[in-house]
């Protein structure tokens, strides 16, 4: 996401994020205001940020946020390097940037994302959001997810959860090969799979359709005798 | 004076269409933004003198003027102490600098969209 109340610097950035495969620009908000909406709503990975904005900061709008994606501050301004070490932001850049500057920045946020999702993978735990808490769940205890209305049931070995998500956000961020959507409500835990019938299978006592687009990809992941 | 090309090969880095987007905007946006900038410093608005002055700063070197940043630089300061005299004089500098300024950069601009640079 790119977040510049100045027309020129928003482009600047936009055609910088061009010249990298490893970006693709979300969005580009020309206030603080319009980003935080947006960035609460999106999973954004990271934030082209400008820092003095007329409605609000780019320090105020960091405040503002239910979670912190990677921040590369770009400013006029060198006094805010202070500050930006206090939010530990990937990376500050001065206006204008130059190609090869933007590179090494974007260089540095490949490998924090690395490090993130290597920590991730080891970890073989999650957090979700529930009831204004984060709990933290072990990955193989998670039966399945079924999207019910605007929200996502997880349903695990001994508790279900309602979290506000989409099916679409966790198939994006789970990326476990465990996990598998085979209706447009249901991403299950093949490990937890008790029995297949023609279109429906069965998770504990629960019995969960298969679509039948989706079904020649679960059976292609089951092993069979 | 003139325009800084080695400044502007390290910026676009052989990118025409990026540096022909970067200068469109300017000769678009510069004058409206150095009114406002005007205006601020009339009113004595020293918040709006400093954020536009702020904004105007990476515009200039955008297209091949990066020491007019340094002149910009010291206005926002003189706003920042609210020195009336000391930001007028220098704005009227920024000034004499900009007017020469614009038709380089519409040249410039003409002379990418040629494909003469």
């Known amino acids: 996401m790119i977040v510049d109340d100045d027309a020129l610097a928003r482009k600047s950035m936009e055609k ?20 935080i909406n947006k960035i609460n709503e999106n999973q954004i990975d990271l934030i082209l940020l400008d820092i003095e904005m007329p409605d609000k900061t780019g320090l105020e709008l960091l405040d503002e946020l239910s979670y912190q994606p990677q921040i590369v501050f770009v400013t006029s301004n060198r006094d ?18 130059k190609v090869k500057r933007f590179m090494a920045a ?7 994302q690395e490090g993130i999702e290597a920590y991730k993978k080891r970890s073989g735990d999650l957090y979700i959001r529930s009831e204004g808490r984060y709990i933290r769940l072990n990955i193989n205890d ?42 447009r409500t249901y991403i299950i835990n093949l490990d937890k799979i008790k029995d297949i019938k023609e279109n429906t299978l069965v998770i504990d006592k629960d019995v969960i359709p298969i679509s039948r687009a989706n079904k020649s990809i679960l059976m292609s992941r089951l092993n069979f005798l | 004076m003139e325009i ?26 510069g004058t409206p933004q150095v009114e406002n900038l005007r205006r601020a ?27 007019v940043s ?12 609210e020195n009336s005299s000391q930001a007028q004089v220098l704005f009227s500098r920024f000034m004499d600098l900009f007017i020469k300024i614009k038709p380089m950069v519409a040249e410039t601009y003409s002379e990418l969209q040629n494909g003469i640079i």
């Not at chain 1, 974007?106 to 924090?112: E, F, G, L, M, T």
């Not at chain 1, 998670?142 to 929200?151: A, K, L, S, T």
């Not at chain 2, 340094?70 to 102490?81: P, S, T, Y």
Request: one cysteine or more.
């Open chain 1, 16 to 35: 910088l994020c061009e010249k990298t495969t490893h970006l693709e620009v979300i969005s580009v908000c020309a206030s603080a205001a319009e980003a």
């Open chain 1, 80 to 97: 805010y390097a202070f500050e930006a070490f206090e939010y530990q932001v990937t990376d500050f850049v001065k206006k204008p940037v």
């Open chain 1, 106 to 112: 974007v260089d540095k946020a490949i490998k924090v």
């Open chain 1, 142 to 183: 998670i039966f399945f997810f079924e999207n019910v209305g605007d929200y996502v049931r997880v349903k695990t070995e001994t508790d279900a959860y309602i979290i506000h998500s989409t099916l679409k956000n966790i198939d994006r961020n789970l990326r476990d090969p465990r996990f598998l959507r085979i209706h």
């Open chain 2, 4 to 29: 800084d090309r080695i400044y502007l090969r390290e910026l676009y880095m052989g990118d025409r269409a990026y540096a022909l987007e970067m200068f469109e905007l300017f000769l678009e946006e």
């Open chain 2, 41 to 67: 410093l009339n009113q004595e608005a020293w918040p709006e003198v400093r954020y536009y002055a702020h904004k105007i700063k990476p515009a200039m070197a955008m297209v091949g003027f990066p020491g």
């Open chain 2, 70 to 81: 340094l002149a910009l630089e010291k206005l926002e300061m003189a706003a920042r102490e």
